[in-house]
C-alpha cells in the first residue's frame, strides 16, 4: 500500500479526540511510509492530518478544486498540489492515486467523497478497501444504518462488507493493508 486517500471534515469538530485522531493517523501514514492523498486543505482535520503526515516526513498530494483555491482554503505547504476545475474530477484524481480509502469524522463533503468512491467499488471498478476511523464512536449510528440498508435489501451482504471500521488508527491500517474483498462481490474488468 503505497497511498491513502483520507477523507475528512474542514473542521476539527466539537471533540478534542477528532484533531487527537487526524494527528494519529498522520504521523502512523508518514511511519508506515504511506503517502497521503486528501482534498489540499490547511483547515480542520483535512490540515491537521496534512501537517502530521509533514511533520513526520511524509508525503502529501493534495487535490483541490481550483475554486477552493480562490477561497484561500489551500494549503499552501504542500509538496505536491494539483488543482482540478470541479469536485468530481477531485473525487476521481483522489481515487485514481489511491490504493485505498479512510474518512475521519467530517460532513456532506466527506460522506459525499468515501459513498461515491465506495459505490464505484460496489459496481465493480476497483477492489481498493475502504475505512471508517471510528473516532469516538463517531460512525456508530452510519454503520447502524449501513446495517438496517443491508437488512432492508438495500445493499447485499457482500458489499456491506467493503466497509472496515476501527476505532484506532493502527487497528485500522493493518486491516486495510490485510483486506481481501468479499470473494461474492463481482469486479468489472
Known amino acids: 500500500m503505497k497511498r491513502l486517500a483520507v477523507y475528512c471534515g474542514s473542521n476539527a469538530g466539537a471533540r478534542p479526540e477528532y484533531a487527537a485522531a487526524a494527528q494519529e ?12 492523498v486528501y482534498g489540499g486543505g490547511r483547515v480542520g482535520l483535512m490540515g491537521l492530518v496534512a501537517d502530521a503526515v509533514l511533520k513526520h516526513g511524509g ?11 480562490i477561497k484561500e482554503v489551500v494549503h499552501e505547504q504542500l509538496p505536491d498540489l494539483r488543482v482540478v476545475k470541479t469536485m468530481h474530477e477531485r473525487t476521481a484524481l483522489m481515487a485514481e492515486l489511491a490504493d485505498g480509502f479512510i474518512a475521519l469524522p467530517g460532513g456532506y463533503g466527506t460522506f459525499e467523497e ?6 464505484w ?20 449510528g452510519l454503520l447502524d444504518f449501513l446495517d438496517h440498508t443491508t ?7 457482500p ?10 488508527a493502527d487497528a485500522l491500517l493493518l ?9 461474492e462481490v463481482k469486479w468489472v474488468r
Do not use: M
Request: glycine share 10%; aromatic share 12%; net charge positive.
Open 25 to 36: 493517523l498522520g504521523a502512523l501514514l508518514a511511519r508506515e511510509k504511506i503517502e497521503l
Open 59 to 69: 508525503h502529501v498530494i493534495g487535490v483541490i478544486p481550483e475554486k477552493l483555491v
Open 114 to 119: 468515501f459513498f461515491e468512491v465506495l459505490a
Open 121 to 140: 467499488s460496489q459496481l465493480g471498478w476497483h477492489r481498493k478497501p475502504f475505512g471508517l476511523f471510528n473516532v469516538a464512536g463517531f460512525y456508530r
Open 151 to 157: 437488512r432492508e435489501g438495500f445493499i447485499r451482504a
Open 159 to 168: 458489499h456491506r462488507g467493503l466497509v472496515i471500521a476501527e476505532a484506532t
Open 175 to 183: 486491516r486495510l493493508k490485510n483486506y481481501s474483498p468479499p470473494s
